[in-house]
């Protein structure tokens, strides 16, 4: 059984950052990719950036230059690096693993920007 844990939202100003950090944990396992999405209120969930077993990331043209998505393969973990934030980044973030052909989420992690 795998299992995710998310850390690292909160309230934040614009044009501060954040670091998100999601843990897998279960038995031994091989991850195929891993990624994190956001979900504003109202709005449908979508993917921020993505990286592969090989180290390839892709980013949502909205947040490239800003965030950096980056793992510790050693430790089973995804980092998501978030710097100049704006309102508009507000949502609540979700990492995804694939591991074995399956999808496993985290509980999500919520990220306000506000002054």
């Known amino acids: 059984q795998v299992q995710l844990v998310e850390s690292g939202g909160g309230l934040v100003q614009p044009g501060g950052s954040l670091r998100l950090s999601c843990a897998a944990s279960?038995?031994?396992?091989?991850?195929?990719?891993m990624a994190w999405y956001r979900q504003a209120p109202e709005k449908q969930r979508g993917v921020v950036a993505s990286i592969t077993s090989g180290g390839t990331t892709n980013y949502a043209d909205s947040v490239k230059g800003r965030f950096t998505i980056s793992t510790d393969n050693a430790e089973n973990t995804v980092y998501l690096q978030m710097n100049n934030l704006n309102p508009e980044d507000t949502a609540v973030y979700y990492c995804?693993?694939?591991?074995?052909?399956?999808?496993?989420w985290g509980q999500g992690t919520q990220v306000t920007v506000s002054s």
């Open positions: 995804k693993f694939r591991i074995g052909g399956r999808n496993y």
């Open positions: 279960g038995s031994d396992f091989s991850i195929n990719a």
